[in-house]
């Protein structure tokens, strides 16, 4: 997606050290990400197609909330960055993650395990893990997980360093000296963003980082995830929760069946949706009536065949959405202005 009037980043890259002035690099690009899994056992022959064509660019300064039901690939997505899918996993097209200048931009989607752990992981991207409570290790306190992240990623730790983490994602530090077991589901996922923090990472990815969470915590991180692109860092959150997503999301694109089918300045998106199905979202938020999209989203395995006898497969789903213009049936992502959309012009 374009972005809207983006400031100037001017502050020393962490690999660098050079100062950037005039107009700020993108921090993360996807160009025609693709994923597939291959199936194995019975299912053997067929294929998942979880993430397709994806186009995306992350700016400083941006939250930038990816939306759509579960099973759309918001997660393989975010996975797939990182270097964690399985080995089942084909991927194609581009991920680059932006440094200050060209040569030190990263291929995510081809970097090795070695650069992935060493220069991205962490320190580039950083990742809250979607079910954080499983990503800790059972037999060590919170604290020494979190000691070992901090000693890791900054080469040394002070004492208080842990208890500032702690207290910056709202975590009583006393909380800290529970083992995994001991905490609740929102303690973990709040260790979870701390670990996610430690290294101050330029892009950080945020896959449902408040799962578990109470109306005022989930307010707290969004408002934690909004101060990072105050400080022209970018955020891609991902979340079912579209309210969550409302009150810090700069930008939005929303994903169905694998592909991202509209995208646009968060304002923009929220108040006069193109695409259908974003349509179908909003109105399945509780101060909207609450009424679901009705049907499914095709199966994944399915899509390619779909998409070749239908064009847009939502449409398939739900062919009477009202007030929204026809359907022409193209998958493609058309760009109008700072927004884009699939399939379904701007009405
Ligand atoms: N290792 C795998 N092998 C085969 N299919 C997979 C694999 N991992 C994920 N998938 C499939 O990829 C699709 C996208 O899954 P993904 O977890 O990204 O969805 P999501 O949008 O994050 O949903 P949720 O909101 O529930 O987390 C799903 O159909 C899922 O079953
Ligand atoms: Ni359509």
Redo the contacts with the bound molecule.
């Keep these: 997606m374009t972005a809207g009037p983006v400031k100037a980043v001017s502050e020393s890259s962490e690999e660098g050290g050079a100062v950037l002035d005039g107009p700020s690099r993108p921090l993360l690009s996807l160009d025609d990400m693709s994923?597939r899994?291959?199936?194995g056992g019975r299912r053997a022959g067929e294929t998942?197609h979880?993430?397709t064509e994806a186009r995306l660019e992350l700016r400083p300064g941006q939250v930038l909330a990816l939306v759509?039901?579960?099973?759309?690939?918001?997660?393989?997505?975010?996975?797939a960055l990182l270097g964690l899918?399985?080995a089942?996993?084909w991927l194609r097209g581009s991920a680059r993650v932006g440094g200050a200048a060209a040569e030190e931009d990263i291929e995510l989607l081809s970097a090795s395990e070695r650069v992935l752990a060493g220069r991205v992981r962490g320190r580039r991207v950083g990742l809250v893990p979607?079910s954080a409570a499983t990503h800790l290790t059972p037999v060590r306190t919170a604290r020494a997980q979190l000691a070992e992240t901090v000693r890791e990623l900054r080469g040394h730790e002070d004492d208080g360093d842990v208890d500032e983490l702690a207290e910056r994602v709202g975590l009583d530090p006393a909380a800290l000296e529970h083992y995994p077991h001991e905490l609740s589901g929102g303690m973990a996922q709040r260790v979870a963003v701390a670990s996610a923090l430690v290294a101050d990472p330029p892009v950080v990815v945020a896959?449902?980082p408040t799962t578990g969470l109470d109306r005022p915590l989930v307010d707290r991180t969004m408002d934690l995830l909004g101060e990072l692109a105050n400080r022209n860092r970018g955020v891609l959150l991902?979340t079912?929760d579209l309210s969550a997503a409302r009150r810090v999301a700069t930008h939005v694109a929303v994903?169905y069946a694998?592909r991202v089918v509209e995208t646009g300045p968060a304002e923009e998106v929220f108040d006069r949706p193109w695409h259908p199905y974003t349509v179908g979202l909003l109105n399945a938020l509780p101060e909207r009536g609450f009424e679901p999209i009705p049907g499914h989203p095709p199966?994944?395995t399915e899509l390619d065949a779909l998409e070749r006898k239908w064009g847009c497969v939502f449409c398939q789903r739900r062919p009477d959405t009202p007030g929204v213009a026809a359907c022409d049936g193209t998958t493609e992502l058309v760009s109008y202005g700072d927004r884009a959309v699939a399939a379904h012009p701007p009405c």
Excluded at 68 to 75: A, I, N, T, V, W
Aim: hydrophobic share 50%.
């Design positions: 994923v899994f291959a199936l998942v979880a993430v759509g039901e579960s099973g759309c690939g918001k997660s393989v997505l975010a996975s899918l399985p089942n996993a979607q896959d449902e991902i079912h994903m694998s199966a994944l």
